[in-house]
């Protein structure tokens, strides 16, 4: 059974606790399909910060009329995704998914869309709303911005877009774990949190250009193909012990296997078994800080069955063995 709902009519229906005051507020919304909650922070400069978490026991079609207001939006999603439906908008997609370990930056407003939610998935998701004018209180030149925002902040009538902008990077990653674990309250908290939200903006249109900059360079790939290609890293990242074939990988995307091993060479500047390896290394040397696990199962963890492979390659990557490494660490 589907069931449909319409804004923020029938999301009050369910609001079982909704709590704020000037800078901040929550709803709990539980309902007999399932749980959602929403968390927000109003910050300085206008930018306001949601937190957003739900999991249904049923399909779920959410109806969402965007007001005409002039804010951007960006989005990391953390747990699972939704599927959005956006008829007749020119210049956006009228059916395009959002996912986990992904981070997508739009300008929507004064539009109709449909949010399709999959059942017994819980997901989680940061936005961020802020005002385009946010790039005026800064003096500098606007010329190594992405073009849409430029405009968008020039143009009395702005273009509507969404930008999917790739994998949520780990400098990401740990900034939006900050944000969800915030030791602070009241003027503190505040400070903190607009401090890793600029810092999150900042990290997301730097990411925005770089891809810019990669069509440039790219005579070969369109821009869905390179996002294809970014969806394969983060399938390899999700899979790290034990990653698809190239072929299986390739199938997944919607890619070729030599568009898609040499994508890997000219988007990311390595091979695909070069990235396997590389992450899996790196998640080594954490294991080998963080936790007491035996060097044998930490290879395992990672993907190694072979204890003198991993310890070759660990060597070869980072010049000293996993142990010299965990006793360099005091560990």
């Not at 992904?102 to 005002?131: C, G, K, M, V």
Request: one cysteine or more; charged letters at 20%.
């Amino acid at each position: 059974m589907t069931i449909r709902l319409t804004g923020t009519e029938d999301f009050g229906e369910f609001c079982k606790d909704v709590q704020f005051n000037d800078y901040e507020g929550k709803a709990e919304l539980s309902t007999w399909f399932g749980q959602s909650s929403f968390r927000w922070t109003f910050l300085r400069h206008n930018l306001e910060l949601v937190i957003c978490e739900n999991e249904f026991s049923q399909p779920v079609i959410v109806e969402h009329q965007q007001h005409d207001l002039p804010f951007l939006v960006s989005k990391f999603f953390l747990f699972g995704g939704v599927r959005t439906v956006t008829p007749h908008v020119p210049g956006v997609s009228e059916d395009y998914e959002e996912v986990a370990g992904y981070n997508y930056l739009f300008f929507l407003h004064d539009i109709r869309e449909f949010e399709h939610h999959t059942p017994n998935q819980r997901a989680q998701q940061i936005s961020i709303y802020w005002n385009a004018d946010l790039l005026s209180s800064f003096q500098s030149s606007f010329e190594q911005l992405p073009t849409l925002l430029v405009q968008l902040r020039e143009n009395p009538i702005p273009q509507r877009f969404h930008q999917p902008l790739g994998v949520t990077t780990p400098t990401m990653q740990l900034l939006l774990r900050q944000i969800l674990q915030c030791p602070y309250r009241e003027t503190l908290r505040q400070m903190y949190l607009e401090a890793k939200v600029l810092e999150l903006l900042v990290l997301q249109i730097a990411q925005w250009g770089e891809n810019n900059q990669v069509l440039q360079r790219s005579q070969f790939f369109r821009a869905d193909e390179i996002e294809r290609l970014h969806h394969a890293k983060a399938i390899l990242n999700q899979t790290l012990p034990h990653p698809p074939s190239l072929l299986d990988l390739a199938s997944q995307i919607g890619l070729n296997d030599f568009k898609l091993k040499r994508g890997f060479r000219e988007v990311f500047g390595t091979t695909v078994l070069g990235y396997v390896q590389s992450l899996r290394l790196e998640q080594a040397k954490q294991l080998l800080i963080e936790t007491n696990l035996t060097i044998a199962e930490i290879a395992y963890q990672v993907g190694y069955e072979s204890i003198s492979h991993f310890g070759y390659l660990f060597k070869r990557q980072f010049g000293i063995t996993p142990r010299e490494y965990r006793k360099q660490k005091g560990l």
